[in-house]
């Protein structure tokens, strides 16, 4: 009681209130104007909470910053499950205050203006924030209106997508609805984040109709607009190997640019052939939509010309501003966006920062390392893992170009508590020591 009458007492005096308890400690700032950090991150996802974590550790308590305006943090690998419904959608989501690390000070706000000039961030709610180095983990935006017809498209039925918190429960629902006809799978004509789940849930669609008995009135199509199913050969000749055995017709080079949902017509652009569409009937439709850079970061100074954080490929440090770094989906690396190389990511920038903090030259590198666990069925995965040069960069001593059993339960079971019990705590910097350990020390 004394405790909450003193708590009440702050919020009276217009303070800001510490959350106490045996497990945490973290400081929520919502009214001041302008506050100078140590290390600000902005961005409260994967990669924003992870560096948050290890900043901590370097720096201490109440010396670092992140800024995030959702209430809601979520595992998203998990939607593709999600999807499926072989995982409720609330398995995938816990409040932010409960994974912000102890010590850092969580800014419930939205970024709205980047000036590293003056090392400076404003805020869209009018805060300006100040910082000796700064992290940027913004992610990708989704656009799901450059589709024509949607996102409003989502209201129909016979539609979802396992990309977004708002609609991966349609997916599920459509699937549940099928009778007859086509199912179709998109991948679009943009950089995007998680490249394979765009095909994994068309496997689960797959084997779902399958258990269902109703495989024979299905015709599964993936329409990408990719010239290969895969960006690594050696998953790619299995993904081929797999569709193949199940019947499942993979168009190259075709782009969705229209959702008609209240006639079920998808219409795809020919990319070969500039000007040419086609339409096709839809009894289901999972849409993966356009992505694109976080429009602040577009629209500053840490941008490359396509709108990403311009950032060293080895170490993370930005080309320009050298107290500024950037990891995961908002930057230019040239690897899939995946939470698995923000993992990998998060273990290489922590020493880059070291390196800085003392004046000297970083010498880690970060190898390109990512990994997608090609979800085949309800109980089996590829596992891919590849590098900067797109070569497999496996962790077992095992092919993992094959399904395999062990690894759907990996990726169903063992990842999301490694997720929220190292990963967003600093502890998990991707699987290359245990790597080292299983190939004897060869790579």
Same mark, same amino acid.
């Given at each position: 009681?004394?405790?909450?009458?003193?708590?009440?007492?702050?919020?009276?005096?217009?303070?800001?209130?510490?959350?106490?308890?045996?497990?945490?400690?973290?400081?929520?700032?919502?009214?001041?104007?302008?506050?100078?950090?140590?290390?600000?991150?902005?961005?409260?996802?994967?990669?924003?909470?992870?560096?948050?974590?290890?900043?901590?550790?370097?720096?201490? *308590? !109440?010396?670092?910053?992140?800024?995030?305006?959702?209430?809601? #943090? $979520?595992?998203?690998? %998990?939607?593709?499950?999600?999807? =499926?419904?072989?995982?409720?959608?609330?398995?995938?989501?816990?409040?932010?205050?409960?994974?912000?690390?102890?010590?850092?000070?969580?800014?419930?706000?939205?970024?709205?203006?980047?000036?590293?000039?003056?090392?400076?961030?404003?805020?869209?709610?009018?805060?300006?924030?100040?910082?000796?180095?700064?992290?940027?983990?913004?992610?990708?935006?989704?656009?799901?209106?450059?589709?024509?017809?949607?996102?409003?498209?989502?209201?129909?039925?016979?539609?979802?997508?396992?990309?977004?918190?708002?609609?991966?429960?349609?997916?599920?629902?459509?699937?549940?609805?099928?009778?007859?006809?086509?199912?179709?799978?998109?991948?679009?004509?943009?950089?995007?984040?998680? *490249? !394979?789940?765009?095909?994994?849930?068309?496997?689960?669609?797959? #084997? $779902?109709?399958?258990? %269902?008995?109703?495989?024979?009135? =299905?015709?599964?199509?993936?329409?990408?607009?990719?010239?290969?199913?895969?960006?690594?050969?050696?998953?790619?000749?299995?993904?081929?190997?797999?569709?193949?055995?199940?019947?499942?017709?993979?168009?190259?080079?075709?782009?969705?640019?229209?959702?008609?949902?209240?006639?079920?017509?998808?219409?795809?652009?020919?990319?070969?052939?500039?000007?040419?569409?086609?339409?096709?009937?839809?009894?289901?439709?999972?849409?993966?939509?356009?992505?694109?850079?976080?429009?602040?970061?577009?629209?500053?100074?840490?941008?490359?010309?396509?709108?990403?954080?311009?950032?060293?490929?080895?170490?993370?440090?930005?080309?320009?501003?050298?107290?500024?770094?950037?990891?995961?989906?908002?930057?230019?690396?040239?690897?899939?966006?995946?939470?698995?190389?923000?993992?990998?990511?998060?273990?290489?920038?922590?020493?880059?920062?070291?390196?800085?903090?003392?004046?000297?030259?970083?010498?880690?590198?970060?190898?390109?390392?990512?990994?997608?666990?090609?979800?085949?069925?309800?109980?089996?995965?590829?596992?891919?893992?590849?590098?900067?040069?797109?070569?497999?960069?496996?962790?077992?001593?095992?092919?993992?170009?094959?399904?395999?059993?062990?690894?759907?339960?990996?990726?169903?079971?063992?990842?999301?508590?490694?997720?929220?019990?190292?990963?967003?705590?600093?502890?998990?910097?991707?699987?290359?020591?245990?790597?080292?350990?299983?190939?004897?020390?060869?790579?």
């Amino acid at each position: 009681m004394a405790v909450v009458q003193r708590a009440a007492m702050l919020q009276k005096c217009g303070l800001p209130l510490v959350r106490m308890g045996l497990r945490q400690l973290h400081v929520s700032v919502s009214s001041a104007s302008r506050s100078h950090h140590e290390v600000l991150v902005l961005g409260g996802g994967t990669g924003g909470i992870t560096m948050s974590a290890r900043m901590r550790w370097k720096v201490g *308590a !109440g010396r670092v910053a992140v800024v995030e305006p959702s209430e809601k #943090h $979520y595992y998203q690998p %998990m939607w593709t499950l999600v999807g =499926a419904g072989a995982k409720p959608l609330n398995m995938s989501g816990r409040p932010t205050a409960s994974i912000i690390p102890s010590g850092v000070t969580w800014i419930k706000s939205r970024v709205q203006e980047l000036d590293p000039d003056k090392n400076l961030v404003r805020t869209e709610d009018g805060k300006e924030l100040t910082y000796r180095y700064l992290i940027v983990a913004l992610g990708i935006e989704l656009h799901y209106e450059k589709i024509k017809g949607l996102p409003e498209g989502f209201n129909f039925p016979r539609i979802g997508s396992n990309y977004s918190v708002t609609f991966v429960e349609k997916t599920w629902r459509a699937l549940q609805d099928f009778e007859e006809g086509n199912a179709i799978f998109t991948h679009p004509n943009t950089p995007i984040k998680c *490249a !394979g789940a765009s095909q994994k849930i068309m496997y689960l669609s797959e #084997h $779902y109709l399958r258990k %269902m008995g109703k495989r024979s009135k =299905a015709n599964i199509i993936f329409n990408t607009s990719l010239p290969v199913i895969f960006g690594v050969k050696k998953y790619a000749d299995s993904l081929l190997e797999i569709v193949k055995a199940r019947n499942i017709n993979v168009n190259y080079r075709m782009n969705l640019i229209e959702v008609r949902p209240d006639k079920q017509e998808a219409v795809f652009e020919l990319l070969d052939s500039p000007g040419e569409t086609k339409m096709i009937q839809y009894e289901m439709l999972h849409v993966t939509p356009p992505m694109g850079p976080s429009h602040v970061v577009q629209k500053s100074a840490l941008a490359d010309a396509g709108g990403w954080v311009d950032v060293d490929k080895e170490n993370l440090q930005h080309k320009k501003y050298p107290n500024v770094f950037g990891i995961g989906d908002c930057t230019n690396l040239p690897t899939s966006k995946t939470a698995a190389a923000v993992a990998a990511q998060s273990a290489i920038l922590s020493k880059t920062i070291s390196m800085v903090m003392k004046n000297q030259k970083p010498m880690s590198k970060y190898d390109g390392y990512t990994s997608c666990p090609l979800v085949t069925s309800y109980n089996k995965c590829v596992l891919a893992e590849f590098d900067y040069e797109s070569q497999p960069l496996e962790t077992f001593p095992f092919n993992q170009g094959k399904e395999r059993r062990s690894m759907f339960h990996m990726k169903a079971h063992v990842m999301p508590f490694l997720y929220w019990h190292a990963f967003l705590k600093g502890l998990w910097g991707g699987p290359a020591p245990l790597r080292k350990l299983m190939h004897l020390g060869t790579k």
